[in-house]
């Protein structure tokens, strides 16, 4: 009787244990918080928050006002009014935008940001925007002498890099005896190169290219060749499978319908 009643009591609980509802996720009774989602809490707030370093043309730029425009500014913006919200950007550093996403300081990073596998254990990355890799830029006299990773790499060479992203950690690679200097502000760091108190950056293919026509003096070195594969895209939070099948989709949809071609162009013609 009692292994008879044991296992009446086993039967009972499978069967409610198979009738509860399941979480997004293939979890089972975590409530609420297993079900939130972006996807519903940004339409439902009317915000999209939007973490940017606001310093990397053509991806981002924050202007004197305090305004802010670039490739994946208007893709931000068009991102939130198909979320039926506006969008909120925050401000963040090169060195703090994967923290600020993981701890849900905004609900997405935006603004060139390159797919690493680093910052993939920290969040979800987006379906690609565009490739890209690290490549030289340059004084257009000096083209030739940094086309090669050696020629960078010579005492005398003067490198400049921004702290805190993926330049200086490829520039700190490769580079052993050349001299590194870190200039803080990405929005003047090619002056650097034009007026001669350096030689030589390298940086995103994409970027090399803007610079090089916003400067004639510099000229980017093998675009085409870059040193590196990498691709850009928009950092998400870990866990929100629903947010993020939701942007992938926007970002497909913007990369093959000439959205996003047509917002390079403009900038490229010079923003």
Partial sequence: MKRAAALSALVCLLVVTAAAPAAPGGGRGHGDRARSTLLDSVPRKGVLRVCTTGDYRPFTHREADGGHRGVDIDMARDLAESLDAAPRFVP????????????????????????????????????????????????????????????????????????????EQFARAHVKRATITVHPDNTTIF????????????????????????????CAIHPDEPFTFAEKAYALPRGDEPFKEYVDQFVHLATHDGTYAAYEAEWLRGG
């Avoid at 002056?191 to 350096?198: D, K, T």
Wanted: hydrophobic share 35%; with cysteine; charged share 30%.
């Fill in 92 to 167: 963040t550093t090169w060195k703090e935008i994967v923290d600020d996403v993981a701890d849900r300081r905004c609900d997405i990073a935006v603004g060139g940001i390159s797919v690493t596998l680093a910052r993939a254990r920290t969040v979800y990355f987006s379906e690609p925007t565009r490739e890209d890799g690290k490549t030289p830029i340059a004084r257009c006299a000096d083209k030739d002498a940094y086309r090669t990773l050696e020629q960078i790499d010579r005492p005398g060479t003067r490198v400049v890099v921004n702290p805190g992203g993926t330049n």
């Fill in 191 to 218: 002056q650097e190169i034009v007026e001669g108190r350096a030689d030589v950056m390298m940086t995103d293919a994409s970027e090399t290219r803007y610079q090089a026509a916003l400067h004639p003096e510099l």
